[in-house]
C-alpha cells in the first residue's frame, strides 16, 4: 500500500524540524508576512508572543532590501551571507548573515537564516 503525502503534510513536517534548528530561522512569504519563526530567531530578535507576528498583528522591522532578494530567489538564486538587517522588538537593530532560499515545492516561501555579525575591534600597532 502506497502512502500519499501531500505538499501540505511535508510542509508541516519541515516546519516542525525548523522549530527545532539551533539556526535562528523565519519562514517567509513574497508580502514580508511571518509564516512561521523558531525559537532561535525569536529570542534573538528579543520577540515575547511569537504569534502577534505570525497572525501579522505586529510587523517586524526588516532591511529595505528584502524585495530585491526575493526577486532574486524568486529568479532561482540563493542567497549566501548576505548582510542584512533586522529590527528587534525592542527598537534595536542588528546585522545579520543571512542565508534565503525558496523553499522547495512552494512558489512564493522562503526561509531566511541568519546569524548575528560579529564586529571585531581592530588591534592597533
Known amino acids: 500500500m502506497y502512502n500519499y503525502r501531500t505538499l501540505l503534510d511535508d510542509l508541516q513536517e519541515m516546519l516542525t524540524i525548523i522549530k ?18 523558531n525559537k532561535a530567531a525569536s529570542d534573538f530578535l528579543k520577540i515575547g ?17 528584502f524585495y ?13 551571507n548576505e548582510k542584512f538587517e533586522f529590527k528587534r522588538a525592542d527598537n534595536t537593530v542588528v546585522l545579520v548573515n ?15 537564516q ?7 575591534a581592530s588591534s592597533e600597532n
Open 98 to 112: 543571512l542565508n534565503a532560499s525558496l523553499l522547495y515545492g512552494l512558489k512564493d516561501v522562503f526561509i531566511f
Open 49 to 65: 508572543n511569537t504569534e502577534d507576528y505570525i497572525g501579522q498583528k505586529r510587523k517586524l522591522g526588516i532591511d529595505p532590501k
Open 68 to 80: 530585491g532578494i526575493i526577486n532574486r530567489l524568486l529568479n532561482g538564486e540563493t542567497v549566501l
Open 20 to 37: 527545532s534548528l539551533s539556526t535562528s530561522c523565519i519562514i517567509f512569504n513574497r508580502k514580508a508576512e511571518i509564516i512561521d519563526i
Open 114 to 120: 541568519f546569524s548575528e555579525v560579529s564586529i571585531r
